[in-house]
Protein backbone atom coordinates (compact mmCIF):
# COMPACT_ATOMS: atom_id res chain seq x y z
CA UNK A 1 0.00 0.00 0.00
CA UNK A 2 1.65 3.58 -0.43
CA UNK A 3 2.10 5.75 2.51
CA UNK A 4 2.33 9.19 0.58
CA UNK A 5 1.82 11.97 3.27
CA UNK A 6 1.09 16.49 2.90
CA UNK A 7 0.72 18.33 5.65
CA UNK A 8 -1.07 20.56 6.82
CA UNK A 9 -4.53 19.38 4.72
CA UNK A 10 -5.86 22.69 4.87
CA UNK A 11 -4.25 26.02 5.04
CA UNK A 12 -5.62 29.58 5.18
CA UNK A 13 -3.35 32.30 5.60
CA UNK A 14 -2.48 36.04 4.74
CA UNK A 15 -1.04 37.92 1.51
CA UNK A 16 2.73 37.86 2.03
CA UNK A 17 3.14 35.25 4.22
CA UNK A 18 6.12 32.59 3.57
CA UNK A 19 4.93 29.00 3.28
CA UNK A 20 5.89 25.32 3.13
CA UNK A 21 3.59 22.52 1.99
CA UNK A 22 5.19 19.06 3.17
CA UNK A 23 5.28 15.79 1.42
CA UNK A 24 7.18 13.05 2.54
CA UNK A 25 6.79 9.38 1.48
CA UNK A 26 7.92 6.24 2.98
CA UNK A 27 8.13 3.69 0.10
CA UNK A 28 11.68 4.72 -0.92
CA UNK A 29 10.43 6.30 -4.23
CA UNK A 30 12.95 8.15 -6.37
CA UNK A 31 10.64 10.35 -8.22
CA UNK A 32 8.42 12.71 -6.87
CA UNK A 33 6.22 15.14 -7.83
CA UNK A 34 3.89 18.25 -7.18
CA UNK A 35 0.77 19.40 -8.57
CA UNK A 36 -1.92 22.31 -8.29
CA UNK A 37 -5.33 21.34 -9.27
CA UNK A 38 -7.74 23.63 -9.39
CA UNK A 39 -11.87 23.17 -9.55
CA UNK A 40 -13.01 21.72 -12.44
CA UNK A 41 -9.44 21.91 -14.29
CA UNK A 42 -6.87 19.46 -15.32
CA UNK A 43 -3.81 18.85 -12.69
CA UNK A 44 -0.79 20.90 -13.59
CA UNK A 45 2.67 19.67 -12.81
CA UNK A 46 4.87 22.42 -11.44
CA UNK A 47 7.68 20.64 -10.31
CA UNK A 48 9.41 16.84 -9.87
CA UNK A 49 12.25 15.64 -8.82
CA UNK A 50 14.24 12.71 -9.61
CA UNK A 51 16.25 12.05 -6.84
CA UNK A 52 17.87 13.49 -4.07
CA UNK A 53 19.33 17.15 -5.06
CA UNK A 54 17.36 17.14 -7.93
CA UNK A 55 14.81 19.13 -8.72
CA UNK A 56 13.23 20.59 -12.56
CA UNK A 57 10.29 22.63 -12.98
CA UNK A 58 7.39 21.45 -14.35
CA UNK A 59 4.83 22.18 -17.50
CA UNK A 60 2.92 25.14 -15.05
CA UNK A 61 5.02 28.01 -14.39
CA UNK A 62 4.88 28.57 -10.63
CA UNK A 63 6.71 30.77 -8.36
CA UNK A 64 6.87 28.23 -5.75
CA UNK A 65 10.40 26.79 -4.97
CA UNK A 66 10.85 22.83 -3.97
CA UNK A 67 14.30 21.16 -2.50
CA UNK A 68 15.23 17.68 -2.08
CA UNK A 69 17.68 16.73 0.11
CA UNK A 70 16.38 13.34 1.43
CA UNK A 71 14.40 10.89 -0.52
CA UNK A 72 11.50 10.69 1.07
CA UNK A 73 10.80 14.38 1.77
CA UNK A 74 10.03 17.30 -1.14
CA UNK A 75 9.08 19.86 0.45
CA UNK A 76 6.98 23.25 -1.33
CA UNK A 77 7.97 27.02 -0.05
CA UNK A 78 6.07 29.65 -0.96
CA UNK A 79 8.47 33.02 0.09
CA UNK A 80 5.55 35.39 -0.23
CA UNK A 81 1.73 33.83 -0.70
CA UNK A 82 -0.76 35.88 -2.46
CA UNK A 83 -4.49 34.94 -3.51
CA UNK A 84 -3.41 33.94 -6.89
CA UNK A 85 -1.62 31.00 -5.19
CA UNK A 86 -5.07 29.51 -3.57
CA UNK A 87 -5.13 26.56 -5.19
CA UNK A 88 -5.38 22.61 -4.06
CA UNK A 89 -1.67 20.93 -4.32
CA UNK A 90 -0.89 17.59 -4.71
CA UNK A 91 2.13 15.22 -4.44
CA UNK A 92 3.38 12.13 -5.72
CA UNK A 93 5.82 9.80 -6.21
CA UNK A 94 6.43 6.68 -7.92
CA UNK A 95 9.18 4.19 -8.51
CA UNK A 96 11.48 3.90 -11.39
CA UNK A 97 10.39 2.58 -14.89
CA UNK A 98 7.20 3.44 -16.33
CA UNK A 99 4.38 3.37 -13.94
CA UNK A 100 1.41 4.88 -11.87
CA UNK A 101 2.17 7.97 -9.22
CA UNK A 102 0.98 7.62 -5.88
CA UNK A 103 -0.44 10.68 -4.28
CA UNK A 104 -1.12 11.76 -1.02
CA UNK A 105 -4.24 12.99 0.52
CA UNK A 106 -3.66 17.43 -0.82
CA UNK A 107 -2.91 20.71 0.75
CA UNK A 108 -5.52 22.84 0.34
CA UNK A 109 -4.39 26.66 0.28
CA UNK A 110 -6.39 29.87 0.75
CA UNK A 111 -4.88 33.13 0.61
CA UNK A 112 -6.57 35.85 1.90
CA UNK B 1 2.89 18.69 -27.40
CA UNK B 2 0.03 16.28 -25.94
CA UNK B 3 -2.93 16.53 -25.04
CA UNK B 4 -5.79 14.69 -23.19
CA UNK B 5 -9.61 15.35 -23.64
CA UNK B 6 -12.43 13.87 -20.94
CA UNK B 7 -15.49 14.74 -23.86
CA UNK B 8 -18.11 14.81 -20.61
CA UNK B 9 -17.02 17.24 -17.48
CA UNK B 10 -19.98 15.70 -15.77
CA UNK B 11 -21.91 12.18 -15.94
CA UNK B 12 -25.27 11.90 -13.77
CA UNK B 13 -26.35 7.94 -13.90
CA UNK B 14 -28.74 5.96 -11.52
CA UNK B 15 -27.58 2.99 -9.29
CA UNK B 16 -26.96 -0.56 -11.14
CA UNK B 17 -26.86 1.38 -14.87
CA UNK B 18 -24.00 1.08 -17.11
CA UNK B 19 -21.20 3.86 -17.31
CA UNK B 20 -18.49 4.94 -19.99
CA UNK B 21 -16.52 7.62 -19.72
CA UNK B 22 -14.62 8.87 -22.24
CA UNK B 23 -11.12 9.74 -23.01
CA UNK B 24 -9.20 10.91 -26.03
CA UNK B 25 -5.46 11.87 -26.38
CA UNK B 26 -3.11 13.00 -29.54
CA UNK B 27 0.15 12.01 -29.26
CA UNK B 28 2.48 11.27 -32.47
CA UNK B 29 4.98 8.22 -30.39
CA UNK B 30 3.94 5.19 -28.00
CA UNK B 31 1.84 6.33 -24.88
CA UNK B 32 1.09 4.88 -21.65
CA UNK B 33 -2.51 5.39 -20.73
CA UNK B 34 -3.86 5.78 -17.10
CA UNK B 35 -7.58 6.02 -14.67
CA UNK B 36 -7.02 7.51 -11.89
CA UNK B 37 -10.45 8.42 -9.36
CA UNK B 38 -10.16 11.22 -6.64
CA UNK B 39 -12.96 10.78 -3.84
CA UNK B 40 -13.82 14.23 -2.05
CA UNK B 41 -11.19 15.92 -0.03
CA UNK B 42 -8.72 13.16 -1.40
CA UNK B 43 -6.37 12.44 -3.41
CA UNK B 44 -5.71 10.64 -6.71
CA UNK B 45 -6.07 6.95 -6.54
CA UNK B 46 -5.12 4.64 -9.74
CA UNK B 47 -8.00 2.39 -10.99
CA UNK B 48 -5.93 1.03 -13.94
CA UNK B 49 -3.45 1.38 -16.35
CA UNK B 50 -2.02 0.05 -19.93
CA UNK B 51 1.62 -0.29 -20.69
CA UNK B 52 1.34 -2.55 -23.51
CA UNK B 53 -0.06 -5.87 -24.53
CA UNK B 54 -3.82 -6.71 -24.31
CA UNK B 55 -6.00 -4.12 -25.54
CA UNK B 56 -8.31 -4.46 -22.55
CA UNK B 57 -7.54 -2.88 -19.14
CA UNK B 58 -9.22 -4.66 -15.95
CA UNK B 59 -8.76 -2.26 -12.83
CA UNK B 60 -10.28 -2.25 -9.39
CA UNK B 61 -13.78 -1.59 -8.18
CA UNK B 62 -15.14 -3.47 -11.57
CA UNK B 63 -13.74 -1.11 -14.13
CA UNK B 64 -12.25 -1.41 -17.05
CA UNK B 65 -10.88 0.18 -20.24
CA UNK B 66 -10.12 -0.11 -23.66
CA UNK B 67 -7.05 1.05 -25.46
CA UNK B 68 -7.85 2.09 -29.44
CA UNK B 69 -4.65 2.91 -30.89
CA UNK B 70 -6.81 4.08 -34.15
CA UNK B 71 -8.91 6.17 -32.70
CA UNK B 72 -6.26 7.29 -30.03
CA UNK B 73 -8.55 6.41 -27.16
CA UNK B 74 -9.06 5.19 -23.50
CA UNK B 75 -12.19 4.96 -22.67
CA UNK B 76 -13.24 3.76 -19.19
CA UNK B 77 -16.21 1.40 -18.40
CA UNK B 78 -18.09 0.07 -16.04
CA UNK B 79 -21.26 -2.65 -16.50
CA UNK B 80 -23.55 -1.76 -13.12
CA UNK B 81 -22.63 1.43 -10.88
CA UNK B 82 -22.90 2.09 -6.82
CA UNK B 83 -23.41 4.82 -5.18
CA UNK B 84 -19.97 4.57 -3.80
CA UNK B 85 -18.55 5.24 -7.75
CA UNK B 86 -19.51 8.68 -7.08
CA UNK B 87 -16.07 10.68 -7.40
CA UNK B 88 -14.32 12.45 -9.92
CA UNK B 89 -12.04 10.33 -12.56
CA UNK B 90 -9.25 11.71 -14.25
CA UNK B 91 -7.42 9.80 -17.39
CA UNK B 92 -3.69 10.31 -17.91
CA UNK B 93 -1.19 10.02 -20.82
CA UNK B 94 2.41 9.55 -20.31
CA UNK B 95 4.07 9.71 -23.50
CA UNK B 96 7.40 6.63 -23.70
CA UNK B 97 9.87 9.91 -24.22
CA UNK B 98 8.36 12.10 -21.17
CA UNK B 99 10.82 11.41 -18.49
CA UNK B 100 8.06 10.30 -16.56
CA UNK B 101 5.53 12.96 -16.97
CA UNK B 102 1.77 12.70 -16.66
CA UNK B 103 -0.70 14.18 -18.66
CA UNK B 104 -3.69 14.89 -17.27
CA UNK B 105 -7.52 15.57 -18.83
CA UNK B 106 -9.80 17.85 -16.79
CA UNK B 107 -11.55 15.20 -15.22
CA UNK B 108 -15.07 13.44 -15.25
CA UNK B 109 -17.76 14.01 -12.76
CA UNK B 110 -19.63 10.72 -12.27
CA UNK B 111 -22.42 11.21 -9.79
CA UNK B 112 -24.56 7.66 -9.13
CA UNK B 113 -27.94 8.81 -7.94
CA UNK B 114 -30.46 5.85 -6.39
Known amino acids: EADIYQTPRYLVIGTGKKITLECSQTMGHDKMYWYQQDPGMELHLIHYSYGVNSTEKGDLSSESTVSRIRTEHFPLTLESARPSHTSQYLC???????????FGPGTRLTVT | AQSVTQLDSQVPVFEEAPVELRCNYSSSVSVYLFWYVQYPNQGLQLLLK??????LVKGINGFEAEFNKSQTSFHLRKPSVHISDTAEYFCAVERGCSNYKLTFGKGTLLTVNP
Open chain 1, 92 to 102: ASSVAGVGEQY
Open chain 2, 50 to 55: YLSGST
